[in-house]
Nanobody
């Protein structure tokens, strides 16, 4: 089985920065991509950013463009989200999503982490 564990969330003031991480562990044969989503209270989950594991291509949702940067460490099976100039509206639970094949004979499937809370408030 595959586990995704997010970390790095917390309380920050508007304008500050924060980096959250997502570490994949368990039975991993191949990671296709990993991404970040977020969900604020009373709102639907929305796409933040993602990266393909083979070449590091990155994709961003409108909420992230210009302020957030997604990156990966292949050796550690870990993805990062650097968030700068945070705003109160960035307050949400940030979830890690990954498309991973756990065995050479199996196709990739989606996995989700438990989420990490980010609160932006003065």
């Amino acid at each position: 089985q595959v586990q995704l564990v997010e970390s790095g969330g917390g309380l920050v003031q508007p304008g500050e920065s924060l980096r959250v991480s997502c570490a994949a562990s368990g039975s991993i044969f191949d990671i296709v991509f990993m991404g970040w989503y977020r969900q604020a209270p009373g709102r639907e989950r929305e796409f933040v950013a993602s990266t393909t594991w083979s070449d590091g291509s990155t994709y961003y949702g409108d909420v992230a463009k210009g302020r957030f940067t997604v990156s990966r460490d292949n050796a550690k099976n870990t993805m990062y989200l650097q968030m700068n100039t945070l705003k109160p509206e960035d307050t949400a639970v940030y979830y890690c999503n990954a498309n991973i094949a756990s065995h050479i004979a199996s196709g990739p499937r989606d996995y989700w982490g438990q989420g990490t809370q980010v609160v932006v408030s003065s």
